[in-house]
């Protein structure tokens, strides 16, 4: 066997060398992402374990993590997280229902190999609310009838009262 370089000098005739390849881990950052679906129902914030992040889009890293959190508008609620894992592979869903959802590192690359992007999609619903009918002494079919926050209440009830013509709804 013969070696060129600085390890030369070691070798005599006779004797079998080993060499033993040293390997260092390569630890492949991923970006985590956020937004929301539709009109802006909410707020969608983003908090990282990483320098260099913000509030919708920062790199992880080993034994980092990154908290993705939703807060709806007034007449909303969260619904849903969609979190599209894109790996080298192809791509991955999950959909936790907490507002507040911790994305570590070290879970997702164990669970999924190499991992390229992360994209969290929050989903806000309009908050169903019940309307009650107050004929104020009349009478209506109808007493009550559940709409959608910010949407138009369709065909209401028309009461009567003995004596009184109706006029409307205020």
């Given at each position: 066997v013969r070696m060129a370089g600085k390890y030369s000098r070691?070798?005599?005739?006779?004797?079998?060398?080993?060499?033993?390849?040293t390997f260092q881990l390569q630890l492949f950052?991923?970006?985590?992402?956020?937004?929301?679906?539709?009109s802006v129902n909410g707020t969608v914030s983003l908090t990282s374990t990483s320098p260099g992040g913000t509030q919708v889009s920062t790199p992880l890293s080993s034994g980092q993590s990154a908290t993705i959190k939703a807060?709806?508008?007034?007449?909303?609620?969260?619904?849903?997280?969609?979190?599209?894992?894109?790996?080298?592979?192809?791509?991955?869903?999950?959909?936790?229902?907490?507002?507040?959802?911790?994305?570590?590192?070290d879970d997702f690359t164990t669970s999924y190999g190499s991992i390229l992007l992360v994209q969290c999609t929050a989903t806000f619903k309009a908050k169903e609310i019940k309307v009650n009918f107050n004929a104020k002494g009349g009478t209506t079919t109808t007493i009550s009838k559940t709409v959608t926050y910010d949407s138009t209440y369709g065909e209401l009830p028309t009461p009567t009262r003995s004596g009184y013509a109706f006029i409307g709804w205020y």
């Open positions: 070691f070798l005599r005739s006779g004797f079998i060398a080993v060499i033993v390849a950052a991923f970006s985590v992402q956020v937004n929301q679906t539709g807060v709806p508008n007034n007449g909303y609620q969260f619904q849903k997280w969609t979190i599209d894992v894109m790996t080298t592979a192809g791509k991955s869903s999950l959909s936790p229902t907490t507002a507040d959802y911790q994305i570590k590192y």
